[in-house]
């Protein structure tokens, strides 16, 4: 009998549960995830649009000036067709990319190399992302996507001896990758591969290369998302849903549910995973560096806002939730990314230029350039904090120790290993990255001697 009386109140805390669930899930908004960011200032939001516009235009099947523009946002692409100097389809890629541009951007002093996002239509694209698994690929201390970190080692054997030409011929330009989806997945390893081989480009500083991931996907560990935030950056449109997917992309296109009823089930089972055992899971993948967090919308009012743009480098609260709204999808478009970051530089440059005098705006700008740095040593320390694995803490220069720079510059096997730059038979990126550097059981940099599959 008291067995019989218990089964009303069991049945009675499961649907109160149930219903806070839904009703915590369902007022979870977008804007919501970067409630705490600050502000984005508008030198560095700057590049945003015009790297979505370069982006844009691996879509257009002719560049030339008499050719008709079939994709081109308001005012078009903003590109002297001249300056491309190579262009990459699918036929040159043999599927082993997304097509890509390279431009030679005079007004801005920058060589961009743009990559396209996901193809539907094309196999190849589905097997870039299918070629991983969750834990198949170590890189520098972290994990990453397998098939993404290929294809970037596939584009920088294409385009190494015109890369490291172009930035021997312009050394004030800086090198800058970026992508949509797909591609700024490939553009976040390219940019990663790039900066532990710097010298392979002729000694390039770290501050002259960066890369501005539009929507990505999660493709590196959070140890990593954090460590390269001030050369990564990750630009998030309110909802976009892939950036917030922490299912594997091959389950994704494995699976035979539709995208709507899969996201729905990740979010219920990510709601019963605590944060702390998601932080703590080293193969778990995440958007990449810095993030810039687009927000359009506000709860339970309808229609689109001036856009506002926050910016952080989040190590908990890192877009754990997928957001249940029906722009998710839409937010990823890379049309709607492009137009609503335009809109968000006009407003913040309109305000900047009536409240800072233009003497000032220079004061101003190494200001923010400080204190992205002291924020970038304040996201590792949390990071240690907060038991990421593999997590290091902040040294003078900033990615290695003192004790692995030391090594790294004494090194015998360095030369043996890494042949000259300039030699005519060297090895592939591919097999350079192989053999990247990774810390021993002792946290020594050392050469890798064995390769993770």
Request: some cysteine; proline content about 6%; aromatic content about 8%.
């Amino acid at each position: 009998m008291s067995l019989a009386c218990g089964l009303p109140l069991l049945e009675c805390v499961y649907c109160l549960a149930c219903a806070r669930w839904a009703w915590k899930r369902c007022l979870h908004s977008g804007e919501s995830d970067s409630a705490t960011w600050g502000l984005a200032s508008a030198a560095d939001f700057e590049p945003v649009p015009r790297m979505c516009r370069l982006v844009m235009a691996n879509y257009e099947p002719d560049l030339s000036p008499s050719a008709p523009l079939l994709f081109a946002p308001p005012g078009g692409y903003g590109i002297d067709p001249a300056c491309v100097l190579r262009r990459r389809t699918y036929a040159d890629t043999r599927g082993h990319v997304t097509p890509y541009l390279l431009y030679l951007d005079h007004a801005h002093s920058d060589i961009v190399l743009a990559l396209r996002g996901l193809n539907l239509v094309k196999e190849s694209d589905y097997a870039l992302l299918l070629d991983n698994r969750l834990g198949k690929r170590r890189f520098d201390g972290g994990y990453v996507h397998n098939g993404l970190l290929r294809a970037a080692g596939w584009v920088l054997d294409a385009e190494y001896d015109l890369l490291r030409d172009l930035l021997e011929r312009y050394p004030d330009y800086t090198l800058t990758f970026t992508g949509h989806s797909l591609g700024a997945g490939i553009a976040a390893m390219l940019t990663m591969v790039v900066v532990l081989n710097l010298d392979k480009l002729g000694n390039v500083e770290r501050s002259r290369t960066r890369c501005y991931a539009m929507a990505p996907a999660r493709c590196m560990s959070l140890n990593l998302a954090v460590r390269y935030a001030d050369v990564i950056n990750s630009v998030v449109l309110q909802d976009d849903f892939l950036p917030r997917t922490a299912t594997p992309l091959e389950d994704i296109f494995k699976s035979i549910l539709c995208l709507p009823c899969l996201l729905c089930l990740r979010c219920l089972r990510d709601t019963c995973i605590p944060e702390d055992a998601m932080l703590k899971d080293p193969r778990r993948l995440y958007a990449p560096g810095r993030i810039y967090h687009i927000v359009e919308r506000k709860m339970c009012r309808c229609g689109r806002y001036p856009p506002v743009v926050k910016s952080a480098v989040p190590v908990d609260g890192r877009f754990e939730h997928i957001v249940l709204s029906c722009n998710a999808t839409q937010d990823h478009a890379i049309i709607w990314i492009e137009r609503e970051a335009q809109k968000a530089l006009d407003l913040m440059l309109e305000e900047e230029t009536m409240a800072v005098p233009s003497e000032q705006r220079m004061e101003r700008n190494e200001t923010l350039q400080r204190e992205h740095v002291e924020e970038h040593k304040a996201a590792l320390r949390r990071a240690v904090t907060l038991s990421v694995p593999d997590a290091r803490a902040p040294s003078p220069y900033g990615t290695f120790d003192d004790d692995g720079r030391r090594q790294l510059e004494h090194q015998p096997e360095r030369s043996e290993s890494f042949p000259p730059a300039g030699a005519r038979q060297r090895m592939s990126w591919n097999d350079l990255i192989e053999r990247v550097f990774d810390k021993d059981e002792d946290g020594q940099i050392v050469l890798r001697s064995s390769v993770f599959s």
